[in-house]
C-alpha cells in the first residue's frame, strides 16, 4: 500500500473510533437552542430542510419556544422590546483529507487539513419579526476571516380570504442562497466540497460565481403553502477592497443591477413532497472597470426536488438545470475571449437515501457543455484546456455518518469521465480526466 492511502486509512480509522465514542445527546446549535427542537426538527441531515425546516426559513428563522425572550410592551412614545435571552450564536469546525487519483505536477498528495475551516454563526430570532442566517468563516488556506453565505430576513403573514400568505424581505450576499430547497446551487449538492482538488473551470455565473462578492435585497412571499416567489436585485461589493469601487482587479463589476428571481410550486403531504421550480439572473458586469462596454450574461433553467418517507428513512431525488446566454463584448474587445457570443449548459441530477437521520447516501451525476473558446478556456497545466472546450461529466458517490446530530463523518467520491474538454491529455501537459478523480474524506463538528 502506498504511503498517502496509509495516511487515509489510519485517518479515517481515528475518526469512526472517536464517533464510536462520542455520546449520544442531541444536536444543540443556535437554531436548536432557540426553538427546543433537535437538529433533525427541521433537517433531513444537514443541510437539507424538510418541511418543517423550509418553514422555519420562510418565517426568518424567528420560531421559539416560550418564555426565551425579553419583551415590553409599547405605545406612541415607547418603542417595545422583544429579544433572545441570549445571543443565537453557533459554531462548526471541519477536518478534511482530500486524495487524487493522480497527484498535481510538483505537490504532494494526500492534502490534510486541520482545521479546513472554522465558522461563526449569529443565527436566530433578532426580534419579532427578524431573523438571520449570518455565517463567518476562517479559511485556514487563505488564513483570514470573512463573510460566508448570509440571509437576514423580515418576515410576517396575513390571511387573503382563506388562505394564507407569508412574505418577507431579504438581505444577502449570494444569489439562491434565500432558496428553501435543497437543487439550487448555494445548499444544493454536493453538500460537501474539497478547497484544494481540481475542479472544471467553466460554470454559469449562478453557480456561486458570485457569492459573498455581492450584496442583494429582495422580497418573496408563499401563497397558502403552495406558490412560491422571490425577486432580488444584487450589486457588486467587494470585501476587502476599498469603497467606492473602482473595479480593478475584479472579474465581474455589476453594472446598474443584476436582478435575480425565483418560481416555485411545492406539494407537501404526510409522505411526500414535491417542489417543481425555475429560477434565473442577468447581469451585465465591466471586467477590471466601472466604465465602457459590458459583458452580458442571462442564467435560467428548472429545477426539481422529491422526498417520500419510507418509515423512519427519507428518499430523495433532485436535479436542476442552468443555461447560461452571454455577449461578452467587453472581453472580446480586450482580446480575452475569441468571440463574443458563449453559451453554457450545467445540468445535475441526484439521488439520496436518508436511513433514518444517521446515514446518508447518495448517488449523482453532472454535465456541463458549450461554446469551444480557444483563448476563453487556453491551454494550461492541470487548470486548462486543449481544445478549448468546457465539457466536464462525472458522477459524484457520498456517504455521510451522524454518530451524534451535531457529529459528521463523510466520504465523497468524484470521478470524471470528461474534465475541461476531453478524457486525455485534456490540458495539453499530459494530465487526464481521471488525474483528477478526488477520494474526499471530512469530519465536521457543530457545537
Same mark, same amino acid.
Given at each position: ?6 495516511? !487515509? ?87 478534511? =483529507? ?10 504532494? #498528495? ?9 465558522? !461563526? ?5 433578532? $426580534?419579532?419579526? =427578524? ?38 424581505? $431579504? !438581505?444577502?450576499?449570494?444569489?439562491? *442562497? &434565500? ?19 481540481? $475542479?472544471?473551470?467553466? #460554470? ?9 462578492? +455581492? ?7 408563499? %401563497? ?5 416567489? *422571490? ?11 476599498? /469603497? ?18 425565483? =418560481?416555485?410550486?411545492? &406539494?407537501?403531504?404526510?409522505? #411526500? ?23 452580458? %450574461? ?18 430523495? +431525488? ?18 480575452? *475571449?475569441? /468571440? ?5 449548459? &450545467? ?24 461554446? $469551444? ?13 486543449? #481544445? ?19 457529529? &459528521? ?36 463538528? +457543530?457545537?
Amino acid at each position: 500500500m502506498r504511503r498517502h492511502y496509509y495516511y !487515509l486509512f489510519v485517518l479515517v480509522l481515528c475518526l469512526f473510533l472517536a464517533a464510536g465514542s462520542t455520546p449520544s445527546a442531541m444536536a444543540l446549535p443556535s437554531y436548536a437552542r432557540q426553538t427546543g427542537l433537535p437538529c433533525s426538527g427541521c433537517h433531513y441531515t444537514p443541510p437539507e430542510l424538510n418541511p418543517a425546516g423550509r418553514l422555519f426559513k420562510l418565517m426568518g428563522y424567528i420560531d421559539r419556544v416560550k418564555n426565551d425572550s425579553i419583551t415590553t410592551s409599547g405605545d406612541n412614545r415607547r418603542a417595545p422590546l422583544d429579544m433572545l435571552k441570549s445571543l443565537p450564536l453557533g459554531a462548526w469546525f471541519e477536518a478534511s =483529507v482530500t486524495n487524487l487519483n493522480s497527484a498535481e505536477p510538483g505537490t504532494q #498528495n494526500g492534502t490534510a487539513e486541520f482545521p479546513q475551516d472554522f465558522s !461563526l454563526f449569529l443565527s436566530g430570532a433578532w $426580534t419579532s419579526h =427578524v431573523g438571520s442566517f449570518f455565517q463567518v468563516t476562517y479559511d485556514a488556506q487563505a488564513d483570514n476571516l470573512s463573510m460566508d453565505n448570509t440571509d437576514i430576513r423580515y418576515a410576517n403573514s396575513k390571511m387573503i380570504g382563506q388562505k394564507e400568505l407569508d412574505w418577507g424581505i $431579504t !438581505l444577502n450576499n449570494n444569489p439562491t *442562497v &434565500e432558496d428553501l430547497w435543497n437543487d439550487t446551487p448555494a445548499w444544493g449538492f454536493p453538500f460537501i466540497l474539497s478547497d484544494s482538488a481540481p $475542479t472544471p473551470t467553466a #460554470n454559469p455565473f449562478l453557480n456561486g460565481g458570485l457569492g459573498q462578492d +455581492v450584496a442583494g435585497v429582495g422580497g418573496y412571499a408563499m %401563497y397558502n403553502q403552495h406558490l412560491y416567489a *422571490v425577486g432580488s436585485i444584487y450589486r457588486s461589493d467587494h470585501l476587502g477592497s476599498p /469603497q467606492p469601487n473602482a473595479g480593478t482587479g475584479a472579474a465581474i463589476n455589476i453594472s446598474g443591477v443584476a436582478p435575480y428571481w425565483r =418560481v416555485a410550486w411545492q &406539494e407537501t403531504n404526510r409522505l #411526500n413532497d414535491l417542489e417543481v421550480g425555475a429560477y434565473g439572473m442577468h447581469m451585465a458586469s465591466m471586467p477590471n472597470t466601472v466604465t465602457g462596454p459590458t459583458d452580458d %450574461y442571462t442564467d435560467f433553467g428548472p429545477d426539481l426536488q422529491y422526498n417520500r418517507t419510507i418509515g423512519r428513512d427519507v428518499l430523495s +431525488v433532485r436535479g436542476s438545470y442552468l443555461r447560461e446566454n452571454s455577449d461578452l463584448v467587453a472581453s472580446f474587445a480586450t482580446h480575452d *475571449v475569441a /468571440q463574443a457570443t458563449h453559451h453554457l449548459n &450545467e445540468a445535475n441530477a441526484n439521488v439520496e437515501y436518508h436511513l433514518g437521520n444517521r446515514f446518508a447516501g447518495a448517488l449523482g451525476w453532472f454535465s456541463t457543455t458549450g461554446t $469551444t473558446d480557444a483563448v476563453l478556456y487556453a491551454p494550461a497545466s492541470v487548470t486548462g484546456s486543449a #481544445n478549448g472546450s468546457p465539457k466536464s461529466r462525472g458522477l459524484i458517490t457520498y456517504l455521510s455518518y451522524w454518530p451524534a446530530q451535531n457529529l &459528521e463523518l463523510a466520504a465523497q467520491y468524484t470521478a470524471y469521465t470528461s474534465f475541461n474538454g476531453g478524457s486525455t491529455n485534456y490540458d495539453g501537459s499530459g494530465r487526464d480526466a481521471s488525474g483528477n478523480n478526488t477520494l474526499y474524506l471530512l469530519t465536521r463538528f +457543530v457545537f
